[in-house]
């Protein structure tokens, strides 16, 4: 079992529709998940941290964590062309317990 | 503030040739971590320093592969002999501590022929 796991996708949704990207972890003792969006071409960035149970929202960009079913997702309301691409979550893993991403869900948004 | 610098941006080379990727991350980082990202393979760990200290290379693709991290402020990547399955984009990334967010250079795009 990989340590963080995402649905592989690739998902389309249309514009202006809510967008859903789950992702499982291993590591129970985690505290820490963040999700990262990749633009064909460029680097990853980091768009949403959560460290808590619950919801985080910051403008269309909704977080959920679910320490309980260790699973961590993104929700992106009102979907925008310009959200197309990959979509990464990371959560600590690995032999040192650093920070381990997923494969990543490329998201395309039909305009 | 600088982010993480990488260079170069692109390397071509042939294939057996020696490449030398460089990265410097971020003032005051002590974490550091090499990827290599491709389509097929999406984005794997090569290499983890902390404190200049490497911690895990289990992502080290094979002994052609080698990571030094003389200091605090600079980290070297080097492939000897180079082959056409390591082109791939490499990135380094920094962050102030294992668990914590990562922050990702621009990347190198490496083309071996």
């Known amino acids: 079992q990989k340590e963080v796991e995402q649905n592989s996708g690739p998902l389309s949704v249309p514009e202006g529709a809510i967008a859903s990207l789950n992702c499982t972890y291993s590591?129970?003792?985690?505290?820490?998940f963040f999700w990262y969006r990749q633009y064909s071409g460029k680097s990853p960035e980091l768009i949403m941290s959560?460290?808590?149970?619950g919801d985080k929202e910051d403008g269309r960009f909704t977080a959920q964590l679910n320490k309980a079913s260790q699973y961590v997702s993104l929700l992106i309301r009102d979907s925008q062309p310009s959200d197309s691409a990959t979509y990464l979550c990371?959560?600590?893993?690995?032999?040192?317990?650093?920070?381990?991403f997923g494969s990543g869900t490329q998201l395309t948004v039909l305009p | 503030d600088a982010g993480v610098i990488q260079s170069p941006r692109h390397e071509v080379t042939e294939m057996g040739q020696e490449v030398t990727l460089r990265c410097k991350p971020i003032?005051?980082?002590?974490?550091l971590f090499w990827y290599r990202q491709t389509m097929m393979r999406g984005l794997e760990l090569l290499i983890y320093f902390n404190n200049n200290v490497p911690i895990d290379d289990s992502g080290m693709p094979e002994d052609r592969f080698s990571a030094k991290m003389p200091n605090a402020s600079f980290s070297t990547l080097k492939i000897q002999p180079s082959e056409p399955r390591d082109s791939a984009v490499y990135f380094c990334?920094?962050?102030?501590?294992?668990?914590?967010?990562?922050?990702f250079g621009p990347g190198t795009r490496l083309t071996v022929l």
């Open positions: 990334a920094s962050s102030l501590g294992a668990d914590r967010q990562q922050f």
């Open positions: 959560i460290y808590s149970n």
């Open positions: 003032s005051g980082h002590n974490s």
């Open positions: 990371a959560a600590p893993g690995g032999s040192a317990r650093q920070l381990t």
């Open positions: 590591d129970r003792g985690s505290q820490s």
